[in-house]
């Protein structure tokens, strides 16, 4: 395989609903099926993923609203489970997702309360050991520059990665708050961030131009997690693995691409496709 490469693992959401018929926030199975937890994790580190995503995406304050868990909880319990199953054979990375709503004033978050509940869900995870940070999946960089800003905090490599919404000839990518690769090369320029990139929302062939223009706006490593086509209800995709293994390994050609990866409808199976169509290249 192209040394220049790090293999990511895939999804952590959808390739946890495959496993089980109790479609729950997928946060609840660090307490309430870990076994399912730590197969994952096994399955995506023999598959060839160097970095694994501990189950924290979501793991905040008001996602947890009207339950009888806690952050601390969940999260100190999500990183247990890392490196159980790891146990030294991977990286592993806190995984930090987006709040649920929008900063004011789109939204009823203010940037007070956000900066609290990252600062309780990064704090919580760094108790747990993780190799680095990796908050993905933002739309909206106001955000993400707060939760940058609570990562910065602990000693530890920032990834930070984004999702968008579509892509245009005239004006380019945008995330569904409006903001171009320029606005998050910019906004993310003071936090010192080991990597940035794409993941979500969009497959490989799509998110290609996107990760282009990143190239071309920044020298940091790049991130490159697109999305296994349409997953469907039951956590699988409707897209074939190896297809999305062709399309996915076009990002290695790419100028500073570093991550490679899958999201949403990615499972550990596409991460081998993915890691030989890459080993032939």
Known sequence: MNRNITMLDGAVGTSLWEKTSNKVPVWRYNIEDPDIVRQLHDEYV????????????????????????????????????????IDGRAKIALAVGPLTGLLKPFGDISREDAYDYFDEQIGAGVKGRPDLIFIQTFMDVEMMKIAAAVA????????????????SPKKGPRTMMGNSVADIVRGLSEFDVEAM???????????????REFS???????????????PTLEGGSQFDYNIFASET????????VKYIGGCCGSNARYIAALKAKLNKE
Not at 53 to 81: C, K, W
Not at 197 to 211: D, R, Y
Not at 219 to 224: E, V, Y
């Open 216 to 230: 071309k706006q920044t020298d940091k490593p790049l991130i490159f997690k697109p999305n296994a086509g349409k």
């Open 46 to 85: 023999e598959a060839g993923a160097e970095i694994i995503l501990a189950n924290t995406f979501s793991a905040n304050r008001p996602s947890m609203h009207g339950t009888d868990y806690t952050v601390d909880q969940i999260v100190s319990r999500a990183m247990e489970l890392a490196h159980e199953s």
């Open 249 to 256: 390994a076009r990002a290695a050609e790419v100028e500073g």
């Open 197 to 211: 990139g794409i993941n979500c929302s969009m497959g490989p062939e799509t998110a290609l131009p996107v990760i």
């Open 152 to 167: 910065r905090k602990h000693d530890l490599p920032l990834f930070c990665s984004m999702s968008f919404a579509k892509s």
